[in-house]
Structures are given as structure tokens and as C-alpha cells.
């Protein structure tokens, strides 16, 4: 998008539609002079449906080709500019979720302008650390606020030792417990999600994240029994955006596969505060806490003051960016397009287009 013509909605009737749609300032959105304003709720192939603004803050969902020159392929999340039934430009993005595209050297976009990812782990079974500690990396990765979700919750009979267990797994992270079944936790959840707030849930399939939607909502979005192993069937197929009726945005988004995560240095520094801070005390700036001298993070190990299995996460995350960052080399893209205010910058670059 070409900042000269890029312009800031007007209108309180415009305003209103905006943060209806998720904005919690609208004036800080872009959108080209002469289009009008709207969001993505779904992609479906070369078309998407957006609900936009009139001038006169009248609303309206329709389906929208994309322009033939378009500075981005737009995803669920995306603000964009709307002129004659086309997408004309895709705004700066503020934050976004990230994971590998289907031919391993592009970074696919899953969603965008996030404030809150929401991380959705049952805990009916066994609580799969692994997979929450991957999933809280690539939340904090996206640039918005990760919570925690432990879904459920009435399939546990130790719930407080479980969130115990997940707390070390993901430091700093808010935690709450939910059960779609019985309406635990469903209340707090409601009040993460008020108006200017856009939520995303990530997790693996059979996870409960549309349940945790139609208990927001009293919605019967299509849920499915969990297979034995739970892998290979999904009961959600698309990213879709929902307005909630306590004024958030919230999307669904099919599960996601232990296999699929990637992560940036940047996330991983967040989701490893324990580490990041103890790797500070190591005798050399560039330890890899794997037998070096004098390192800080073994001797919390040794000493019990850091489980060794967060050491292990660490080593397996840092081994996956080794790889990542190879593929990104690459595919030997320019670092020229920059957002103005980027928390996250380098997503423009890798946007698979
Ligand atoms: N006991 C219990 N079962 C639940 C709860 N939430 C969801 N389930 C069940 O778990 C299964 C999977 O739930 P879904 O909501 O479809 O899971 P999902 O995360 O949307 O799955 P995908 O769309 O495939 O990614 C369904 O059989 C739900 O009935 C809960 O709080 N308690
Ligand atoms: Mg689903
Ligand atoms: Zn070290």
C-alpha cells in the first residue's frame, strides 16, 4: 500500500462498524483514499468475504476477488480496502500467526491483526507439554498476547496440579480451565473477549475449540467426536472470524499438528524467559548450554532449580530454528518492505506470494 494514499477511516458511523469488527482504534487502521474500509471473515481460494463500510457507516458482507496487483494475499483478520466488489489493498499488519507453508520454504500466514492467541490444550487426558510449550512459542511468535485455555476441565479430576504443570511450561502466560460441558470458566473467557479485542484459538484437532465458541455463544458450529488417536479428522476445515456477543472477535481455525509449528527467535526468548534469564550468567555470550563452560542453565539443571526437560524443549526449539532460518535463506527474499510500526516485521517479507 502506498502511504501517500493511504488514509485513516471517517465518519463516527464508519468508527462504529470498525470496532464492531474488532478495532479498538480505529483511527490508527489505513485503508486506501477512495475505497472503503472492511475486514476479512473468510478465504475461500481466490475470493474472500468481507464486511465492509459505506461512507455513511452502513454495513455490508460480500464476497470480494482479489486485485490483480495486491501487496498482499489476504488472510481471516486482514483490514482491508474494498472498491467495486475488489480487494484493492491489504492494510499493514499488526501482528500475525505464523507456521511453514505446504512446501516447506514459505512462511504461511494464518492470521492476522491478533491482540489475543488464544492456546487451547485438553486436559482430559494426559496434558501434552510438548505440544503446549511449541504452541505458547508461536503465540508469543505472533506478536499478540498468549492465554492459555486448558479445555475439559470435566475430564479432570486434578485440575489444580495440571495448571501447576502448565505454568512451568509456558512462564508468564495467564492460565484459565474451562469445560464447554459444564460452563466452567466460560464466563472469564467471555471477558477476555470484549469489544476491540480480536482472539484467534490454536491447537491440535479435537482439541474443543468450536465448543468453546458455541459455549460463548450458545452457537452448533459442526463439532466432532475425537478419533482414538485424534489425528487425521478435522471437524473445523476453514479460518473463519466470528463476532461474539460480548463484543470480541474470535477465530476458528482448524487444528493444528504438533508437526506444523514453527518458530522465530523472538517468541522463543518469551516463551524461555527461565532460560533467556539464566543463559545471562553463563561464562560465554554464546553458550549452548550443551557442555559449555561454565554454563548457568546446566547448573540449574544439576541443582534442580530448572527441570530438565525445559532445557530439552529448548535445545529441540533451537534445532527447529536452525532449520527454519536455512529455509529462509532460501528463499532469498528482500527485507526492503517494512511496516511503520512493526512488532513483528519480517512477516511482511515472508508472506508466501
Ligand atoms: N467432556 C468434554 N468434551 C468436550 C469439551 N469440549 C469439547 N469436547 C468434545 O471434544 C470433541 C472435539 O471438540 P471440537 O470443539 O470439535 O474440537 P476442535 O478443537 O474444534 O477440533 P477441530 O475443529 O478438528 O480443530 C467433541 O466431541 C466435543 O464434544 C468439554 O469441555 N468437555
Ligand atoms: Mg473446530
Ligand atoms: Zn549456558
Not at 483490514?79 to 475488489?86: F, I, L, T
Request: proline share 5%; glycine share 10%.
Amino acid at each position: 500500500m502506498e502511504s501517500s494514499s493511504s488514509v485513516a477511516p471517517e465518519g463516527e458511523g464508519v468508527a462504529k462498524v470498525l470496532r464492531s469488527l474488532g478495532s479498538s482504534d480505529p483511527t490508527q487502521l489505513e485503508f486506501l483514499a477512495g475505497s472503503n474500509p472492511g475486514r476479512v471473515s473468510i478465504v475461500h481460494g481466490k475470493t474472500a468475504e468481507v464486511t465492509w463500510s459505506d461512507e455513511g457507516g452502513r454495513e455490508t458482507t460480500s464476497t470480494c476477488q482479489f486485485a490483480t496487483v495486491l501487496n498482499l494475499r489476504p488472510v481471516a483478520g486482514d483490514w482491508v480496502s474494498v472498491r467495486d466488489g475488489y480487494i484493492v489493498a491489504v492494510s499493514p499488519r499488526r501482528t500475525a500467526l505464523r507456521r511453514p507453508g505446504a512446501n516447506q520454504r514459505d512462511v504461511q500466514v494464518m492470521a492476522a491483526n491478533l491482540d489475543v492467541v488464544l492456546v487451547v490444550v485438553p486436559i482430559d487426558r494426559e496434558l501434552n507439554l510438548l505440544l503446549l510449550e511449541r504452541l505458547g512459542v508461536m503465540a508469543w511468535d505472533s506478536g499478540a498476547r498468549p492465554v492459555v485455555v486448558l479445555t475439559k476441565s470435566d475430564g479432570s479430576q486434578i485440575v489444580d496440579s495440571v495448571v501447576d504443570e502448565a505454568r512451568l511450561a509456558v512462564p508468564g502466560v495467564d492460565i484459565l480451565t474451562t469445560s464447554s460441558q459444564s460452563g466452567h470458566g466460560i464466563r472469564e473467557l467471555r471477558g477476555l473477549l470484549h469489544e476491540g479485542v480480536t482472539a484467534v484459538m490454536l491447537g491440535a484437532s479435537g482439541a474443543g475449540k468450536t465448543s468453546l465458541l458455541n459455549a460463548l455463544e450458545g452457537t452448533s458450529e459442526v463439532t466432532r467426536a475425537v478419533s482414538r488417536t485424534g489425528e487425521g479428522r478435522h471437524a473445523t476445515t476453514t479460518r473463519r472470524l466470528y463476532r461474539l456477543s460480548s463484543g470480541g472477535v474470535l477465530l476458528d481455525i482448524p487444528g493444528i499438528r504438533l508437526l506444523d509449528l514453527m518458530v522465530g527467535q523472538e517468541g522463543v526468548d518469551e516463551a524461555f524467559a527461565d532460560i533467556t534469564e539464566l543463559a545471562e550468567q553463563c561464562r560465554f555470550s554464546d553458550c549452548h548450554h550443551d557442555g559449555d563452560e561454565g554454563c548457568a542453565v546446566e547448573l540449574a539443571v544439576a541443582n534442580g532449580t530448572l527441570p530438565l526437560r525445559r532445557l530439552e524443549s529448548w535445545r529441540a526449539v533451537q534445532a527447529g530454528i536452525a532449520t527454519n532460518d536455512r529455509l529462509k535463506d532460501r528463499t532469498k527474499i528482500s527485507k526492503r518492505r517494512r511496516a511503520p510500526k512493526p512488532p513483528r516485521p519480517d512477516e511482511f517479507d515472508l508472506d508466501p506470494d
